[in-house]
């Protein structure tokens, strides 16, 4: 039996909900083979999972520079910002996603629900958004 390498690894400890030793194995495969792009995917899922956004926003942003057509990692990048608390960024990867498949619906909502949201702060009064 051929050994499980340490993307897949990680890939199985995150599915079963082991964010740690997920990370772990996830950065380890990231420092074997830095053109992965599932590796830097999956970690920059199990980090969204721990609340630990801005890690999270860098590992999507590597796995969309190594494939930059998939629309589910924009929109999980876009997730991650909106986390962060920066959501004109949030927007911005929601866009992307839309731009590679205008029928990807997760992107298509977070779009809608965000825009709302966006409008409804600038139109508070007294608090003044810078463009």
């Not at 499980?4 to 990370?23: H, L, P, T, W």
């Not at 956004?53 to 590992?59: D, K, P, Q």
Request: proline share 5%; hydrophobic share 40%; charged share 20%.
């Amino acid at each position: 039996m051929r050994p499980i390498d340490g993307c897949q690894a990680g890939i199985e400890a995150f599915k079963s909900g082991n964010y740690d030793d997920a990370i772990y194995k996830l950065e380890m495969a990231t420092l074997d083979n830095p053109r992965d792009f599932r590796a830097f995917a999956f970690l920059g899922a199990a980090y969204a999972q721990q609340g630990r956004y801005s890690a999270a926003v860098g590992s999507f942003k590597h796995a969309a520079g190594l494939e930059p057509g998939v629309a589910k990692v924009h929109y999980n990048l876009g997730q991650a910002y909106e986390a962060a608390g920066v959501p004109r960024e949030a927007w911005f990867e929601y866009k992307n996603a839309l731009e590679i498949d205008p029928y990807y619906q997760p992107a298509r909502a977070a779009v809608t629900l965000l825009g709302a949201k966006m409008m409804a702060i600038r139109q508070r009064p007294g608090l003044e958004v810078r463009s």
